[in-house]
C-alpha cells in the first residue's frame, strides 16, 4: 500500500522546507564572509579571514545544493549530506577562531555556540529524530575538549580570575548544549506525534475521498454523529450526517452486513418525506453510515410540546405531519423499485416520534430505515418502540398496516397531548371536544388493535386523514416551520444547544 495523501504531501513539503534552509545557509555564508572580511579590516586580520574562507567554502556547497534541489536533480540522500555540513559549520568556525586568535578567544566568542543552535533548529524543522540531540553533545563536548586540551594549561595565572576561563562555565556551557540538543530531540518526537495524529484524524475525515467530517455533533449507543459535507471534485459542498459505528458493534459481521444490506435497500428510497441514504462504507477499519443533513427538530420534540400544553397541538399541525408521513410510507411500501423494476416493500416497524424529523422550512422527514431494518434482524426480537409498536408487531408478525398503527399513534399523542393506552377505546373527540368526527373515522382505521379493521394501504390513511378540516398545506407548513424555530430557540434558551439529531434520524442517545 502506498503512502497516504497526507503524508504524502508532507513529503513534499519538507523537499521545499529543504531548499529554503539551503537558502538560508546561503545567506548566513555570504553574511559569514562580508561580516569577516569587515573584522579583518578593522579588527583582526587573521580571524577575519579566517571566517571569510570558511564562510566561502561553505558558500560553494550551499549553492552547488540549492542547485541541484531546484532542477530537481538531488539525490534523495541530499538532506542527509546537508545536515552533515551543517554540523561542521560551528566546530570549523571553533576551530578557526582558535587558530587564528587562541583557545581562549574561541572560549569566550558567542558565534560557536550560535551556530550550534541554528544547526539544532535546522534538524528539529527537519523532523530528524536524535539528530538534534547529537548535535547538543557535539557541542556539549566540543567546549570542555578545547579548554581541557587546549587552553588550561597556557592560561596565566591572572587569567584564571575570569569567569569566561573557569572550568564550570565550561561544565554549565556543555550542559547547556546538550540540554537544547536534548529539548530539540523532545520537540522532534512531539512534532511526529502532532503529525501522525494528525494524520489519523485526516483518514477519520476524509472519507473515500468524497465526504469530509466537519464536526462532531452527538453520540448513541450504535454510534458516533457528525456533521460532515459531500465534496466531490466538482468544487462544490453539501451537507450530510455520517454516522460512524462503534467499534464494538462492528465486531458483529452479520451486524454490519445487515446495515449494509439496508442502506442499499433504503437508498432507493428516493421521497422529500424520507431521510435520504448517500453510502455505506468501510475505511480506515470503521464503518459509516451517509445519510442526508436534515437541520431541525425530531418529532419527539413537538411531542413533549404537545404533552407540556396537555391539550395538543392544533388539528390542522396534526393533520399536516400526518399527511407527510403517510406520504412517505406510501413511498416505501409501495412506490420505491428495486434495481429489477420491482417494487421494494420496505417496512419500517420502528416508527417513533423520534424517529421523524421536521426541518426548519416545515418539512416532515421519516429516518431510521437502515438502522431499524438491520437491528431487528440481527436482534430476532419484538420490533418497534413500546407505545407505537402494533399489537401483533409482538408475535413476529407485521406488515404494512404495523407501520400505520406506528403513525397512527404518534398523531393521536401530538393531537391529544398524551399517549392512548393500550386496549384504550375513548374517541379523540371525548377528550378533545373541538375535534371533528372525521378524526374518529381517521383512528379507528390507524389504530385499530385487529389489522384487519386497519387501513388497507398509507394511501387509504392518507384520503381519511384527508377529509379532516384543514388549512392549505403551504400556510400549515410554513405555522409548522415557525413551531419548529419556536422549539429549538426554547432548547436553546434552555440547554444552550439545539435538540441532536442523529445520522438515521433519531435523538441522540435513543438509538
Known amino acids: 500500500m502506498g503512502e497516504s495523501p497526507f503524508l504524502i504531501a508532507l513529503s513534499s513539503g519538507l523537499e521545499r522546507l529543504e531548499r529554503i534552509l539551503l537558502r538560508v545557509w546561503q545567506l548566513l555564508s555570504v553574511l559569514g564572509i562580508v561580516t569577516g572580511l569587515l573584522y579583518a579590516s578593522l579588527v583582526s586580520r587573521p580571524l577575519g579571514y579566517a571566517s571569510a574562507l570558511g564562510s566561502a567554502l561553505f558558500l560553494i556547497w550551499f549553492v552547488i545544493a540549492g542547485n541541484l534541489a531546484d532542477r530537481g536533480e538531488a539525490p534523495k540522500s541530499l538532506s542527509s549530506i546537508n545536515a552533515a555540513v551543517e554540523a561542521l559549520v560551528p566546530w570549523a568556525f571553533l576551530l578557526a577562531i582558535a587558530w587564528s586568535n587562541g583557545p581562549e578567544y574561541a572560549l569566550a566568542s558567542w558565534v560557536p555556540p550560535f551556530l550550534f543552535c541554528s544547526c539544532i533548529v535546522t534538524h528539529v524543522a527537519r523532523l530528524r529524530l536524535w539528530a538534534p540531540a547529537v548535535l547538543g553533545i557535539s557541542g556539549a563536548l566540543a567546549y570542555p575538549a578545547t579548554y581541557w586540551l587546549f587552553v588550561v594549561d597556557r592560561l596565566p595565572p591572572s587569567a584564571m580570575g575570569f569567569l569566561i576561563n573557569q572550568p564550570a562555565t565550561q561544565h554549565a556551557r556543555s550542559v547547556t548544549l546538550a540540554a537544547s540538543g536534548l529539548i530539540g530531540t523532545l520537540l522532534v518526537f512531539g512534532l511526529h506525534a502532532v503529525v501522525v ?160 424529523l421536521v426541518s426548519v422550512a416545515g418539512e416532515v422527514k421519516l429516518g431510521g430505515f437502515a438502522v431499524a431494518v438491520a437491528l431487528r434482524d440481527f436482534n430476532r426480537q419484538s420490533e418497534g418502540h413500546h407505545g407505537y409498536m402494533a399489537p401483533e408487531c409482538a408475535t413476529g408478525v407485521a406488515d404494512e398496516r404495523s407501520d400505520l398503527y406506528s403513525a397512527g399513534a404518534i398523531l393521536w399523542e401530538l393531537l391529544l397531548g398524551r399517549r392512548r393506552a393500550p386496549g384504550e377505546t375513548t374517541l379523540s373527540t371525548e377528550i378533545r371536544p373541538d375535534l371533528t368526527p372525521e378524526w374518529d373515522q381517521f383512528f379507528s382505521r390507524a389504530i385499530a388493535p385487529d389489522p384487519a379493521h386497519r387501513a388497507e394501504s398509507a394511501m387509504e390513511a392518507m384520503a381519511l386523514l384527508a377529509a379532516v378540516p384543514r388549512r392549505e398545506a403551504t400556510v400549515t407548513r410554513h405555522e409548522l416551520a415557525a413551531l419548529v424555530g419556536h422549539v429549538r430557540a426554547s432548547q436553546a434558551a434552555r440547554t444552550g444547544a439545539y435538540d441532536a439529531l442523529s445520522a438515521d434520524g433519531k435523538a441522540a442517545g435513543r438509538d
Open 197 to 356: 495524529g494528525a494524520e489519523g484524524a485526516a483518514r477519520e475525515r476524509e472519507l473515500g475521498g468524497r465526504f469530509r467530517v466537519v464536526r462532531d455533533h452527538s453520540a448513541g449507543a450504535t454510534g458516533v454523529l457528525y456533521e460532515g459535507e459531500y465534496c466531490p471534485e466538482g468544487g462544490f459542498t453539501r451537507r450530510v450526517a455520517i454516522r460512524r459505528f462503534h467499534s464494538d458493534v462492528a465486531e458483529h459481521s452479520e451486524l454490519m452486513e445487515g446495515f449494509r444490506k439496508a442502506a442499499f435497500e433504503a437508498a432507493h428510497l428516493v421521497h422529500p418525506n424520507i431521510v435520504q441514504v448517500h453510502d455505506f462504507m468501510r475505511t480506515g477499519g470503521a464503518h459509516y453510515l451517509v445519510l442526508e443533513w436534515v437541520e431541525g427538530v425530531t418529532l419527539d420534540a413537538l411531542t413533549r410540546t404537545a404533552r407540556a400544553t396537555r391539550q395538543g397541538l392544533d388539528p390542522e399541525l396534526v393533520a399536516y405531519v400526518g399527511l407527510e408521513l403517510f406520504a412517505g410510507l406510501a413511498h416505501a411500501h409501495a412506490a420505491a423499485l428495486g434495481p429489477d423494476g420491482q417494487p421494494l416493500r420496505v417496512l419500517h416497524r420502528d416508527l417513533s416520534p423520534d424517529g421523524v
